[in-house]
């Protein structure tokens, strides 16, 4: 089964409009003619409106940070699935280690951490309001580096995929996307090796395989996540189970993003 490999630029909280619009038009330059790779940029909210009418008629695509999944309401300072749809966001992520509070290289508050409140539950939330309206969630798993010592990184991704995507079914689940970040990979430089982050994608499809169908598993993009650049890029992507990349601090510059893009090629 061929998959279109993917990228997906995770800017965080980087970018104001005008320069997540600047470096855009930068990548445009960098990566034109570049088909058989799916390219998604995830602002802040912010600068949605501008980066979508910067990549009007391009094939790059627009996704979300995150979402809140009541379709509207007194939910003080939440976005939800129909206000991205009208800013024509296609894809979400969604229990990124951020939201879920597990930090790998920040260091957070004790006391704050309860603002990043994502549980499994509020993730398989997400993701069945995002599926409602068509939209396509980049789900985020992974292990913290207390729980790889601890030999629980399997088990922990297993109870992960099996939290967030509990009692929604096969058909609906047709757009999802998976990503495998290890949280001690994130924006510390340290990337996973390469032949253990293929058997970590490799395990996520079989558990799809598992829980679905061997064919809905063959078809679902695994993406790796952590400490991806240009040059260690084109070995991920290569790999049988890891059909292209969540980039976050390397897709803030357009050369190195738009390497990262034709590394998946
Ligand atoms: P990083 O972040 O590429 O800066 O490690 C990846 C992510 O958090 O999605």
Redesign the pocket.
Known sequence: MSRTPLVAG?W?MNNTAAQGAALVEQLFGQITGVSDVEVIVCPPYLAIPKVHDQIRGTQVQLGAQNVFWKESGAFTGFVSVAMLVEMGVTYCIVG?S?TRGRFGALEVPESTLGYFAETDETVRLKIEALLAHGLAPILCVGETLAEREAGRTDAMIEAQLAGGLMGIDEVELHKLVVAY?PVW????GKTCETAEAERICGMIREWLGRAYSTEFADQVRVLY????KSSNARELFHQPNIDGG?????SLKADEFAAIVKAAL
Do not use: D, Q, R, W
């Not at 990979?185 to 510390?188: D, R």
């Not at 969540?246 to 390397?250: D, K, P």
């Open positions: 995770n965080k990124h951020e970040e990979a994130i924006g510390t996540g952590g400490s991806v969540l980039v976050g601090g390397a």
